[in-house]
């Protein structure tokens, strides 16, 4: 049974910086391309960040150069560090993989507000 479990949301202060996690079971993760998605409230799910199985990342352009992802295959986990967060990064923050179907986790909400 594949799970996919996010963690690390919560709220912060324009600026700030949070780190997301999602740990991942039931998939052979090290062969995997991993995706945050966000999800903002009467908005379209959108794709935040990927990185493939070689690790080589790509970014929306929206969070380029303040959001980093990466993975540790010995933990079955894919991070995203979160830096100078603006209030427009407000969301549902989902993990994704596709392994013959789409696996999504349960979201984690991000609010950022002063």
């Known amino acids: 049974q594949v799970q996919l479990v996010e963690s690390g949301g919560g709220l912060v202060q324009p600026g700030g910086s949070l780190r997301l996690s999602c740990a991942a079971s039931g998939i052979i993760f090290r062969f995997l391309t991993m995706h945050w998605y966000r999800q903002a409230p009467g908005k379209q799910r959108e794709l935040v960040a990927r990185i493939t199985s070689g690790d080589s990342a790509d970014y929306s352009d929206s969070v380029k150069g303040r959001f980093t992802i990466s993975r540790d295959n010995a933990k079955n986990t894919v991070y995203l560090e979160m830096n100078s967060l603006k209030v427009e990064d407000t969301a549902v923050y989902y993990c994704?993989?596709?392994?013959?179907?789409?696996?999504w986790g349960q979201g984690t909400q991000v609010t950022v507000s002063s």
């Open positions: 994704n993989t596709y392994a013959r179907t789409d696996y």
